[in-house]
């Protein structure tokens, strides 16, 4: 059985910002291991550590922890040749716009999600008139709602 594009759209609106964002970034790094190598990779990955130590004792009001690392930050870039600092660029580069990706991508999900719950019955009961339901037979189908209580 093949997967429509509807069916695979269907699966993905499903998924969460968190997810897209690991998968996303799981993706750039394989692909950044492959294209730099493992070596620096560990170099990026320790510059973004760095950053966001450093970001987050700033924001807990620990201000002498976060210049240290600005400080360790600042050095390790600086001891990078000119075409690794542009690999760096580059990575992050990427990095941030694929994030933006996933949180465009959410924002439309959640909005479309929104959208078709913030229907009220009588939308919904207008569209299928519209679409060739008698009245009667809506009426008709509603009176017959039964509901089920499942005990797992």
Not at 116 to 144: E, R
């Amino acid at each position: 059985m093949t997967d429509t594009t509807d069916d695979i759209a269907e699966e993905i609106s499903f998924q969460s910002f968190e997810d897209d964002f690991k998968l996303l970034g799981n993706l750039l790094n394989n692909v950044l291991q492959r294209e730099v190598g493992a070596q620096f990779m560990a170099k990026i990955e320790r510059i973004r550590l760095l950053a966001l130590s450093a970001s987050n004792m700033r924001l807990s009001g620990i201000e002498n922890m976060a210049a240290l690392l600005e400080k360790q930050l600042a050095s390790e870039i600086s001891e990078m040749t000119l075409e690794e600092a542009l690999k760096l660029a580059r990575a992050f580069s990427h990095y941030l716009t694929l994030m933006g990706i996933a949180e465009t991508y959410h924002r439309v999900r959640k909005g479309r999600s929104v959208t078709h719950l913030s229907k009220s019955c009588d939308d919904i009961f207008s569209q299928l008139i519209q679409g060739g339901v008698t009245p009667n037979d809506l009426y008709d189908t509603v009176c017959k709602q039964v509901y089920f209580l499942y005990c797992f």
